[in-house]
Each structure stands twice: as C-alpha cells, then as structure tokens.
C-alpha cells in the first residue's frame, strides 16, 4: 500500500512541476530577448519537461513494481529504474552546466558593459563636462 501511495505522490509532484515549467515557459514567451537567451529558456524548457516527465514514469513504474513477481522481470523493473534516474541524473547535470554557462556568459557582458561605462564617465570627469553648455549653479544666480 505504501508503495502506491508513494508512486502517486512522486505523480502528483511530477505533474505540479510539469505545469509549472510550462507556465514558466509560456511566461517568456512574451518577452523581448535576444536569440541566446531564447535558445538557452528553449533548451532549458526541453530538459526540465523531459526530467519532469522521467519524475512522473517513476511514479509510474513504483506502482506496477508491486505487482511484479517474477525474478527477471524485477531484475529488469530495477535496471529500467537505475537507467531512468541515471537519465534524469544526466539532465540534471547538463541543465547545472549549461546554467552555470550561461549566466556567466551574461555576468561577463555585464562586465564588459560596466567597464566601458566607467571608462566613459572617466572620460567626461577628465574633460569637465558631459557635452552640455555649462550653466551657472543656483547659488550664482541670486
């Protein structure tokens, strides 16, 4: 009994992470990004749904596994089993990677861009002036 309930819960937790994933990704869809950041939320999106789907077949597999009394067929039950956790262990460490990529890709470019910034308001403090004709403070004026 332990064993169904447990399967339907790991079910049920598969099934809430599915839909968030896809809220998630209907989310961005709306939003202006460049084709990187696209890219990566596409990739993203097909890994999470695919571990998700890997959570839920688990499940699955953890209710049918009650039944099964034959000792090949639970040898094969739990070769299946190490393969999808292995699969979804693999997923898990591409998506870490690719993650950990791609927002030091962006980390960087924001370097980048914080550096030219700085370099250009060195560039206005040396010259005294942002372009402007310079106008008198207002304690002048009175």
Known sequence: MFSILFGLFV???????????AMYWHS??????????RDFLRRQY??????NAIIAIVGVAIILGVWLTDSVMVAAYWMGMVLLVGWM??????DLVSARTHYGRLHQD?????ALLEEELREIRKRGSNGRPKTKPLEDLE
């Open 11 to 21: 079910i049920a937790v598969a099934a809430m992470l599915l839909i968030r994933n």
């Open 28 to 37: 961005t869809q709306a939003a202006e990004m460049d084709e990187r950041e």
């Open 46 to 51: 097909r890994r999470r749904t695919q571990a």
């Open 89 to 94: 262990a693999m997923l898990a460490i591409i």
């Open 110 to 114: 924001q370097l980048e861009a914080r």
